[in-house]
């Protein structure tokens, strides 16, 4: 499970270069359940100003200085509200077992 201070330096990491509506940590950390192997799940609600997996490439390389393996999953705010009430659904685990790391 991610410490206090590994959650905080996400968040700072990612507002210094993007600008999400929200950042939810979900799977395995969030849930208590990871081991050294675990990468960190992310969700980021964000608006989508060009390719959203140049997006989500962008976000993981600026992520790699924390050392640690990242992926992370770009949805809209629409999407997100759309989504998150399918069972399924990325935004649904986040809905229900994610840790809001950010949220403007």
Known sequence: MLSELEKKQIRERILSKFKPEKIIL??????????????????????????????????????????????VIILTEKEFERDKKYPGTIARYATKEGIILYER
């Open 26 to 71: 979900f799977g395995s950390q969030a849930r208590g359940t990871a081991d050294e192997k675990s990468d960190i799940d992310l969700l980021v609600i964000a608006s989508i100003t060009e390719d959203r997996f140049i997006m989500m490439n962008k976000m993981c390389s600026w992520l790699l200085a924390l050392n640690h393996a990242f992926d």
